[in-house]
């Protein structure tokens, strides 16, 4: 199985039809033609998505962005945007797979104490 992604300027990334559909067609299928990133997942991995009931290409994206989100290279405003979520919801899923919302070190936590002290 394949899996066809394009990364968008706007770091969103998106999941397209790898039929290379006519262009009448691609609304229908959600296919990219241009700029498009060919995956080859294993089978094994495939098949435990779908015990999981987690779509390969949903599985993806939201991979992909909480990596993202957790390297610092987007807010987790655009996250949540990303995924579809309030800010909120996608602050404690990503709490819940082990990325916490502070990453600052013990020299940055005491600035901001600081700063939020002085308010």
């Not at 969103?12 to 995956?39: D, F, K, L, T, W």
């Not at 993202?68 to 807010?75: K, N, P």
């Not at 502070?102 to 600081?114: K, N, P, S, T, V």
């Amino acid at each position: 199985m394949f899996l066809y992604l394009r990364l968008k300027a706007d770091n969103s990334v998106r999941a397209h039809c790898p039929h290379h559909c006519p262009e009448s067609s691609r609304s229908r299928y959600n296919c990219i033609v241009m700029g498009a990133v060919q995956i080859e997942l294993d089978q094994d991995l495939v098949d435990l998505l779908e015990e999981l009931h987690r779509p390969v290409k949903q599985a993806a994206r939201e991979l992909i962005v909480l990596e993202l989100y957790r390297q610092g290279e987007i807010s987790s405003g655009k996250a949540a945007e990303l995924l579809g979520l309030g800010r909120e919801q996608f602050i404690r899923q990503a709490s819940e797979r082990g990325i916490p919302y502070f990453q600052l070190d013990g020299e940055e936590l005491q600035r901001e104490l600081d700063a939020s002290k002085k308010l």
